[in-house]
């Protein structure tokens, strides 16, 4: 397991794990003196816990309903890792191997892995190229894959946000996103929905205002949630303001969705310098494509054909008030 640190003349720098393709850190100059706005934990603690902490997901991210997939006639049993759903492509999958280093910079760097056909059920053998750069204060996540054989392809960084280290929340979001996907019991999809409520973050809200106040909320223990996204590339899909309001964080991404999860289950995951990480400490701001797709069209196609390429370009831009 080896780290790469990254930095650029704006002054941000990253720390990258080759084991999962881990952002460790994401540290920009605030009032003079740097601030981390990533979660992250000591390296030997990484295959241990069970957050997916900062780590790159896939083959499938989120949730995929019964672990099965069904095309033209065809059936495949995926791995169950969460009751009878298959969650992040399966317990061994991108977040948990070691990449390749392919290429590195003192402002980039490009990682390589491939996912064997039949790897955790899934059909195929996809090649996956992932580089992360800064531009400015802008951390870029660019991915692209290949596969030999139709196989559904759902790529996103589990980074867990924190802008001031208190409670997140006590950020301020902004979400683009007239509608989101209501979840059932097992946290799958349910039919989307117009944006209502404290799902309603089109305007600008405090994380935690009326907390647990909707049965959705209730039900995933916060937001756990798809938000469908009506913005273009050029323009913000998220915007979080820290607590203390000295650090501001701006996603831009071509993907159709995003999931808000407000680390729910963080409680007892190993935290960077002993101790463990609390509920409600970190957020991921996960783009993507919609959960549950590969048996749902009506939720988009997520199948990746042989001779296509998947692409995935996110940005977080960080504004430091100095």
């Known amino acids: 397991m080896r780290e790469f640190h990254l930095q650029n003349e704006a002054g941000l720098r990253v720390g990258v794990l080759d084991f999962g393709a881990t952002l460790t850190s994401l540290a920009v100059p605030v009032d003079g003196r740097y601030r981390n706005v990533l979660l992250a934990c000591e390296p030997f603690d990484y295959p241990l816990q069970s957050a997916y902490l900062g780590a790159m997901v896939g083959r499938f991210a989120n949730r995929i309903g019964n672990a099965r997939l069904a095309r033209d006639g065809q059936e495949w049993q995926l791995d169950a890792n969460e009751g009878p759903t298959c969650l992040h492509g399966g317990s061994q999958s991108l977040h948990n191997r070691l990449w390749d280093l392919v290429e590195q910079g003192e402002d980039r760097i490009r990682l390589h892995t491939l996912l064997a056909d039949g790897e955790q059920g899934f059909p195929g053998n996809l090649a996956v190229e ?119 964080l701006e996603m831009y991404t071509d993907q159709p969705g995003v999931q808000l999860y407000t680390g729910n289950w963080l409680s007892g995951t ?44 996110t940005r977080y831009r960080l504004f430091p008030s100095n």
């Open 130 to 248: 992932l580089e992360y750069r800064l531009e400015g204060f802008d951390l870029v996540i660019e991915i692209g894959a290949t596969t030999d054989a139709p196989t559904p392809v759902n790529l996103t960084s589990h980074a867990y946000f924190n802008l001031d280290g208190g409670d997140v929340r006590d950020h301020r979001i902004t979400l683009a996103a007239d509608h989101y996907l209501p979840i059932d019991e097992l946290l799958l999809p349910l039919e989307r929905a117009g944006v209502e409520g404290v799902f309603d973050l089109r305007h600008g809200r405090r994380i935690g205002q009326q907390w647990l106040s909707h049965p959705q909320q209730m039900l995933a223990r916060g937001f756990d949630h798809c938000f469908l996204l009506d913005t273009t590339e050029d323009k913000p899909a998220v915007t979080l303001v820290a607590g203390d309001e000295r650090l501001k």
């Open 270 to 313: 190993p935290a960077l310098g002993g101790g463990e990480w609390r509920n409600h400490q970190g957020l991921c701001l996960e783009a993507q494509q919609l959960p549950d797709s590969p048996n749902r069209p009506e939720l988009g196609d997520p199948w990746l054909l042989p001779g296509e390429t998947y692409r995935h370009l």
